[in-house]
């Protein structure tokens, strides 16, 4: 914790290049990943800020569209396509995701209960032929998917969708590696970017 404090101390002593950055955001993406530490949206893209705006969630997950129980994600998409008009999102996985892990293998999590509560409510089961492997790759990718077809119901997304104001991509890194692969939908498949 120290080192990050005292880099903390040392980030404002540029105040230079920061003063634009009152004058407003306009990012061009909407960035959804997980909330896992080994993920670093601006570090993987190279974004400074006001490139990206950020939604992180355990398991990069996209709650479904429900106006009558209102959620923080949904918020935060909404915000960013409505109000702020993002021009792509992209839904980030990663391997060895702990999340998508716990789903695929039924873990027992009753000693993190709001977890637990958050994957039952929130993540739907992916598809995962070989549930030993530690990179979970084939169930990220799969629930990448699933995010972007809940993305698709949201109203804010859809009309935006269908002026072809705005695109989705599905994103896979490899904590691992730093490897950024991205869904092509032709092949529907996971290909290096
Ligand atoms: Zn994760």
């Known amino acids: 914790m120290q080192s990050l404090i005292d880099n903390a101390r040392m980030f404002g002593q540029r105040p230079e290049t920061f003063a634009k950055l009152a004058g407003g955001q306009w990012p061009e ?5 997980c909330s896992d530490s080994r993920v670093v949206p601006a570090l993987i893209t190279g974004a400074a800020p006001g490139e990206l705006f950020e939604l992180r969630t355990a398991g990069n997950i996209v709650p479904a569209y429900a106006p009558a129980a209102p959620t923080g994600e949904a918020a935060t998409v909404e915000y960013a396509v409505q109000v702020l008009g993002v ?5 980030c996985g990663h391997s060895h ?3 998508v892990g716990a789903v695929v293998r039924h ?7 709001a977890v637990r509560s958050w994957l039952a409510h929130a993540a739907d089961e992916p598809r995962c032929s070989d549930k030993a492997d530690p990179t979970v790759a084939e169930a990220v990718q799969h629930h990448v998917l699933t995010q972007l077809e809940r993305l698709r119901a949201y109203p804010c997304v859809q009309r935006r969708l269908e002026a072809g104001q705005l695109r989705l991509h599905g994103w896979y890194y ?3 590696t730093g490897t950024v692969l ?3 939908a032709h092949s529907d498949t996971f290909e290096t970017l």
Do not use: M
Not at 29 to 33: A, D, G, K, Q, R
Not at 87 to 91: A, E, N, P, S
Not at 107 to 113: G, I, K, N, V
């Open 182 to 184: 991205a869904h092509r």
């Open 107 to 113: 873990d027992d999590l009753s000693a993190a209960p």
């Open 87 to 91: 021009q792509h999102i992209v839904v």
């Open 174 to 176: 490899e904590v691992h």
């Open 29 to 33: 993406v909407l960035f959804i990943t």
């Open 97 to 99: 995701c702990g999340a």
